[in-house]
């Protein structure tokens, strides 16, 4: 579970950004929009920062 800020504008448009994920920022025009997004940009960091840490481990020249 991660901290989410929300920012909500009265031209209805809404931002959502997790502290705890430096860039996973997101936005939609509704707020079922923009926590399906946010599902979406959580997966999608986690994705990335799985596999830069997998990358890491694996050799260069494999014996």
Do not use: H
Request: charged share 15%; proline share 6%.
């Amino acid at each position: 579970m991660y901290q989410v800020l929300l920012t909500y504008n009265l031209d209805a448009f809404a931002l959502a950004e997790v502290p705890a994920l430096p860039g996973c920022i997101t936005e939609g025009d509704t707020m079922d929009e923009v926590m399906a997004n946010l599902k979406d940009a959580i997966e999608g960091w986690l994705d990335v920062a799985n596999s830069r840490v997998a990358s890491i481990f694996t050799p260069l020249y494999p014996s």
